[in-house]
């Protein structure tokens, strides 16, 4: 059974595993997936970017909306934001779904209850990450987002 990332966590109902044959079975890697997003979210939770630094390639990059605003380029924007923003300690996640191909795979991640100096105290967004298996385990390539309007 997976690891939960925090005591709200769920898990996906769409899970996709299209690994012919692998030698690290389904489930492991599964786990490490939810666990590599599991860092962003527990970084978002503390206001401390350096939680979920190590779970993004150096160069990875950002998209998506926020106020009605288009917001793109490199991780290090998201970093700053969630140093600034602070604490959520309220945060709620839900692994929508989670798609698992070979080397790569794709994470859609619900959160309720984010709160903060710039979110206010009970925002609500969606995100979707691509992964990439790296040397050193499974690694946020991109991050697209949507905030709703509180």
């Given at each position: 059974?997976?690891?939960?990332?925090?005591?709200?966590?769920a898990?996906?109902?769409?899970?996709t595993?299209?690994?012919a044959?692998?030698?690290?079975p389904?489930?492991?890697?599964?786990?490490a997936v939810?666990?590599?997003v599991?860092?962003y979210?527990?970084?978002?939770r503390?206001?401390?970017?350096?939680l979920?630094?190590?779970?993004f390639?150096a160069?990875a990059?950002m998209v998506?909306?926020?106020?009605?605003q288009?917001?793109?380029?490199?991780?290090?924007q998201?970093y700053d934001?969630?140093?600034a923003n602070?604490?959520?300690?309220d945060?709620?996640?839900?692994?929508?779904?989670?798609a698992?191909?070979?080397?790569?795979?794709?994470?859609h991640?619900e959160a309720?209850?984010?709160s903060?100096?710039?979110?206010?105290s009970d925002a609500?967004?969606?995100?979707?990450?691509t992964l990439?298996?790296t040397?050193?385990?499974w690694r946020?390539?991109?991050k697209?987002f949507?905030w709703y309007?509180q």
């Amino acid at each position: 059974m997976p690891q939960a990332t925090a005591p709200s966590a769920a898990y996906a109902t769409d899970v996709t595993n299209d690994a012919a044959s692998t030698s690290v079975p389904f489930a492991a890697e599964y786990d490490a997936v939810v666990a590599t997003v599991g860092h962003y979210v527990e970084g978002g939770r503390e206001g401390k970017s350096s939680l979920m630094r190590p779970s993004f390639l150096a160069d990875a990059t950002m998209v998506g909306y926020a106020g009605g605003q288009l917001f793109t380029g490199n991780i290090e924007q998201l970093y700053d934001w969630i140093d600034a923003n602070g604490p959520a300690p309220d945060l709620e996640t839900r692994f929508a779904s989670v798609a698992i191909h070979t080397s790569i795979a794709v994470v859609h991640l619900e959160a309720e209850h984010w709160s903060g100096r710039f979110t206010g105290s009970d925002a609500r967004m969606s995100d979707v990450f691509t992964l990439v298996k790296t040397d050193e385990g499974w690694r946020i390539a991109h991050k697209i987002f949507h905030w709703y309007a509180q």
